[in-house]
């Protein structure tokens, strides 16, 4: 899969993340490892690893070539830096048709309106190229600034899912939200 993806005005661009984007991926999850660890599983020290992130990219690539799932990396147009992150995954086929969202941003670039610019590419994506019916993404019931972004972009919420994720080892519950092709909110 080589696409790119750009939204011009906001200065980014997406595509997806391949080997030769392992060290900086590894830069960015160093980076923002204790501001996010909030919001993410506990990983171990290896998982902070080049290695462990090569792994991560192959395992992603492998899943796209199955169309199961694609990972897109998140970048400055002006620097082609890499600032963050957005998948589609656990994506099913046949009469489901659906896929969840997840993303992560560098916390020194948050607040600029990069990752509601990114998302907006994806679910654009999502819906007209891989032909899917319905997204969601899930978040911490205290992370509000991910639920702004996602309503920005046209997700309901829908809900509570209990004890959904291991976050730092404690089962949590999530606010989960669903955006359907039918919606057009997505289009504008």
Request: overall charge neutral.
């Amino acid at each position: 899969m080589s696409v790119s993806l750009y939204n011009t005005p906001q200065g980014i661009f997406l595509r997806p993340l391949g080997l030769k984007d392992s060290e900086s991926l590894l830069a960015l999850r160093l980076q923002n490892r204790d501001s996010h660890a909030v919001y993410e599983p506990r990983y171990e020290d290896s998982f902070f690893t080049l290695e462990k992130q090569q792994d991560y990219i192959r395992q992603r690539l492998r899943q796209a070539e199955e169309d199961r799932g694609y990972l897109f990396g998140i970048f400055l147009i002006e620097e082609e830096r890499l600032i963050g992150y957005i998948s589609i995954s656990n994506l099913v086929r046949g009469v489901g048709q659906f896929a969840d969202i997840g993303y992560m941003m560098d916390q020194q670039e948050q607040g600029r309106g990069h990752m509601t610019a990114a998302l907006k590419l994806v679910i654009q994506y999502a819906f007209r190229a891989l032909s899917l019916h319905r997204l969601q993404a899930g978040t911490l019931l205290h992370n509000e600034r991910s639920q702004r972004v996602l309503k920005k972009c046209g997700f309901q919420p829908e809900g509570i899912a209990r004890k959904l994720v291991q976050i730092q080892g404690t089962w949590q519950d999530h606010q989960m939200f669903g955006l359907l092709a039918e919606d057009n909110v997505w289009q504008t």
